[in-house]
């Protein structure tokens, strides 16, 4: 079934970093204070933009790690115990109820642990159905400082699968996807899920806010064109409590269609202003249209096959001890990764 159109909403809020929280207990209930205040905010922003655009919005996406701000510095255990949700946790429970109350899929991202990997955790995108079930989670696959599943590529395939590490849910909004913050500089990422079927990328984000047409908002329209899909990204609309100017991360939430238009888009602080209508069935059609625009249909995937075929980053760099790495760890991964493409003769 082809879904009927829909409004998506784009929910640029404030994030309240937990790095100064004083107790482990008083962070834990940092956590389920923000998804209150979140539930609180989806709820009035739904009911004004079905008033004044007639949409009912059925999606939702979340901000980058809206709960918690990013580790500065913080052991990983320090971080796992005040900032990172359980996949059985609480905090995922209360975010059902805020999709279920409200009727909506919710999109959002934050810091995760798993059982099979102690000691470290992921940057974590979900997706939660409107009946308060987790859909989708996608681990984030390339970051600076943090663990990926390609870190520990083996097993983590081992575990889960391939079908994991690029993942769409097939739900009644059509085929969605998430792709975290940076990643949207990446075109293989975006590519790999559209070739999965995804109709809609989900895009939390905590990224410059600046009146210049930044990098991250040219990739936004670039990966939605190329992959003919829609693109719902949430900035923050701040990061406050780090000694870190507060609106360095504000603005700029916006919907982008599979033409690469920018649909709406918010200016800067909390605001529902990045919110449009997602026609599923207009973007069906174009996809099954012969046509020079139809860059899905034109892929010739196996000419870059042995391109794609070497390493550059080396996967697997954490399967070693099990010791928790610091930031050094992930310098000398990138430069060797510097190294590789000295020897390959790129740079």
């Not at 800067?268 to 207009?282: H, L, P, Q, R, V």
């Not at 391109?307 to 996967?315: E, F, K, M, R, V």
């Amino acid at each position: 079934m082809t879904p009927e159109p829909y409004g998506a909403l784009a929910l640029q809020m404030r994030c309240d970093a937990i790095n100064g929280v004083a107790s482990e207990a008083d962070a834990r209930q940092h956590l389920l204070d923000g998804i209150e205040r979140c539930g609180q905010q989806l709820r009035g922003a739904k009911g004004f933009v079905r008033t004044f655009s007639g949409d009912e919005v059925r999606l939702v996406v979340l901000p980058e790690y809206f709960l918690t701000s990013f580790p500065m510095g913080e052991p990983p255990a320090r971080w796992i115990a005040r900032a990172c949700l359980a996949p059985d946790g609480p905090e995922y429970e209360a975010l059902g109820r805020v999709a279920q109350d409200n009727a909506v899929y919710l999109a959002g991202n934050g810091y995760e642990t798993d059982p099979h990997f102690p000691g470290l955790y992921f940057q974590t995108s979900f997706i939660i159905a409107d009946n308060g079930d987790l859909v989708l989670r996608y681990r984030r696959l390339v970051s600076m400082f943090a663990p990926t599943p390609h870190d520990l590529l083996d097993r983590y395939l081992d575990i889960y699968g391939a079908e994991a590490l690029f993942p769409v849910a097939d739900t009644p909004l059509g085929r969605l996807a998430c792709v975290a913050s940076e990643e949207i500089l990446y075109p293989e990422i975006s590519r790999c899920l559209a070739l999965r079927g995804a109709e809609v990328l989900c895009h939390s984000s905590s990224e410059v806010g600046s009146p210049l047409l930044t990098p991250k908002n040219i990739a936004k329209r670039a990966r939605a064109y190329e992959n003919m899909v829609y693109v719902v990204s949430a900035n923050s609309a701040g990061i406050e409590g780090i000694p870190f100017p507060a609106a360095s991360t504000d603005g700029a939430s916006q919907v982008v269609n599979y033409k690469g238009d920018v649909l709406a888009a918010a200016d800067t602080g909390e605001s529902m202003c990045g919110n449009a209508e997602i026609d599923i069935a207009a973007l069906r059609r174009v996809r099954r249209k012969p046509a020079m625009t139809n860059l899905l249909a034109r892929q010739r995937l196996e000419l870059y096959a042995a391109t794609y075929a070497g390493s550059i980053y080396p996967p697997n760099n954490l399967l070693g001890d099990g010791a928790v790495p610091g930031r050094e760890h992930y310098l000398a991964m990138q430069q060797r990764a510097i190294e590789a493409l000295v020897e390959w003769g790129v740079i």
